[in-house]
Each structure stands twice: as C-alpha cells, then as structure tokens.
C-alpha cells in the first residue's frame, strides 16, 4: 500500500550498513567499523553545557518556525564574516541539514525537472530528487582530477528541463574540495541559464589545505544559491540533528512554509546549545580538525603499502575512496570485506555510478581502529 513514488527509492546504504554492523556487535563480533559519516569524539564541553542550562531554564516549548533570533544571527554572521556571503538574519532558516535538502528539492522540483549532480556524491541526493519528482542527472567526476567537477561537464549536461545544480564541497564521500577559480567558472554558467544551485557546506569547517569557499560568495550568486549547513561534522554534534538554510528572504519563506507544516520548528535547547557552538570558544573544534588531518595522512600511509588500491589525497571532510585493482562490484567487496575481515567499508556504487571501482573509507576512528582495520583489509585482499 506504499506510495510508488516510495517504491522507487533504495534504502540508504551508509544507513543499511550502519544498521547491520550494530547488529554484528551485538552478536559479539569485533567489527571495526570506517562506514559512518559522523566525527566519533564528544560534542564539546561548552556545548552540552549551554544545552543544560536551557533545558533547567524551561527552555523546552516550540521556538519561530525558522528558528530563535539569536541563532539566525548568529549563522548569519558566521556566514557573511568567515565566508563572505551577504546574508542576514533574515536569510537564515533553522533546520536539520538533511532536512534543509529535502525541503529544498520538494520547494523547487517540480516532475520532470532535471538537476544535476557531481558523481560521485552523498547518497541521499538522489532520493531527495525523484520523492520530490525530479529526475537525476549525474555529471562525472574522475580520480586522475581528485573528483574536481569540471565546469564544462556541467555545461554539456544542461538542457531545456535542468532546475538545479547540487554541489557538495568538501565532498562526501571524496573529501574533494573544489578550488575557488572553478567555483566562479560553475557560477557564471549557472547564472547564465537561470539555474539554481543547492550548496552543501556541511564539511566546510573541515579543511586542511588551502580553505574552503563559498559559490554563494561570487558577485550576483547569492541570489541564485541555497547554502545547506549545519553543526553536525564541525562539533560532533550528529545526533542533535540541527542545521540550517541559507539563502534570499523568498526562498526561506518557500522553504519555511513546509517546515512549518512538517517539523514546525527546530528542537528549542539545542538552539541554544547551537548559539554557543558558533559564538563560544572554538578550541575542541580546532583541536579535531587537527586530529583528523593526522589520521588522514596515517590512513593514507598504511594504504599506500596496499598493492591492489591506489588512493587521492582529499583536502577535506573525513574520507578516502580507494581504488581498487580487482574485477569484482564494489557491493561484493564491501560484503567480502566484512565478513571475511570484519571491517565495514562503503561500497563505491552507493554514491553513484561512478563510484563503482571504489569504496569509502571513513577515518573518523582511532587510531588504533584505522592501524588495524586497514590491516585487515590488506590482509583480506591479498586473497584475490
């Protein structure tokens, strides 16, 4: 009796496999586990601390639809000093990340609209388009470009029916970051042709060479750009489930209407929780970041001793992708990997056709979990 619409959409496949690594843990198996997209440290003291004082406060009942005052400016102001987007206050809806995407493509999809899609990418794009009616259309990226999305691909892939561009930088699951100058190239093309852009700057905080810009912030773009954000990846604040949208005062009130008919607002504490997360003191944020970049270049080195994968060095986010030698789906080798090694990796094809050849690998472990899991995998793979 479900929804066609329904029928037609695959289940996550970080989720499915998140789903059964917890049920192989508590069967009593030691899985080590690179599968999910969340930092594995503890929201910082500060932050909980903020979220405490408003729960005693009474601070518990329904907040605006697009969220307290405070916490608009404050994102606001993030947004317009540390990337040089002009917004204000007013320009800022509150919203899970991942709720700001759906709501989104189900304010602007309409049947048949086709919007286009770096591939690989996150793997819930996808789903967000064809609920809301749309029609994906994936634009290659490729391993010899570190995934960097060619501005003349985009353009070639544009036809009479293309609404939107989604972009993602730092990419999930490349870790690419796309430079400045190609950013600027993607947003005249967009404005050129009057397509919308959904920007998802979730790992934004997260970069390691070179820092992260906003497409939002070139001359005349705002106006044609959706800016998704949020505090889940920058404060290990995952399962507070708080983000926001960013964007001009029409477009909030679009998306706002169905927030407002769905979620009504953002949990109210961690608002205020989220105020101190962008206003207070930043070092256990700085501090990860750090611990991230160590890990990356430890997980980089142990692969590298890997004869069948070959791996680019991502500027950003917490991921590698692998390229691996042997003639076998990625699907099957994830499953190999965790059942013969008990190691959970993320199948290449779960991002998109061209992840096939590939696996993701998330280094948000320790690094006693990345030496031996990486082992594992080196170990298993010598069997073929």
């Not at 059964?20 to 910082?44: H, N, R, Y």
């Not at 939107?164 to 990419?171: A, D, E, F």
């Not at 680019?312 to 076998?328: E, I, K």
């Amino acid at each position: 009796m479900v929804s066609k619409r329904l029928t037609e959409i695959p289940a996550s496949g970080t989720i499915a496999i998140s789903n059964l690594v917890s049920q192989m843990k508590a069967e009593g198996i030691d899985i080590v586990s690179f599968s999910m997209g969340e930092p594995d440290f503890t929201t910082p003291a500060n932050v909980i601390d903020a979220c405490c004082d408003s729960l005693r406060e009474g601070f518990t009942h329904y907040t605006p639809s697009t969220g307290i005052p405070e916490l608009r400016k404050a994102v606001a102001d993030q947004t317009r000093n540390v990337n040089g987007v002009p917004c204000q206050a007013s320009n800022v809806l509150i919203t899970p990340c991942k709720q700001a995407i759906f709501l989104t493509a189900l304010a602007y999809i309409d049947p048949g609209d086709e919007v286009l899609l770096p591939d690989p990418c996150w793997v819930s794009y996808e789903a967000c388009i064809r609920l809301a009616g749309g029609v994906p259309v994936y634009v290659p990226t490729f391993f010899e470009d570190g995934f960097v999305i060619d501005p003349a691909k985009i353009e070639a892939a544009i036809t009479p029916r293309t609404k939107m561009l989604i972009l993602n930088t730092p990419s999930n699951p490349t870790g690419c970051v796309i430079p400045s100058d190609i950013l600027k190239q993607i947003a005249g093309i967009c404005m050129e042709h009057g397509i919308k852009v959904l920007s998802d700057e979730i790992y934004e905080s997260i970069v390691y060479e070179g820092r992260h810009t906003s497409i939002a912030s070139f001359p005349g773009m705002f106006d044609n750009t959706i800016i998704v954000s949020g505090l889940s990846k920058s404060h290990a604040m995952t399962g507070w489930r708080l983000g926001w949208a960013v964007a001009p005062e029409d477009d909030i009130k679009a998306i706002n209407k169905l927030q407002s008919h769905s979620i009504s607002c953002a949990v109210s504490f961690v608002q205020k929780a989220s105020v101190e997360a962008i206003c207070g003191r930043q070092d256990a944020k700085d501090d990860m970041v750090k611990e991230f970049r160590r890990r990356r270049d430890l997980a980089l080195d142990l692969i590298s001793e890997i004869p069948q994968l070959e791996c680019n060095v991502p500027n950003g986010a917490f991921y590698l992708v692998p390229r691996y030698s042997m003639d076998v789906p990625s699907a099957k080798l994830a499953e190999t990997l965790l059942t013969d090694a008990h190691v959970a990796v993320t199948p290449g094809s779960a991002f998109g056709p061209g992840g096939e050849g590939f696996f993701r690998i998330s280094y948000a472990a320790s690094e006693e979990q990345i030496r031996e899991g990486i082992s594992r995998i080196k170990n298993c793979l010598s069997q073929f």
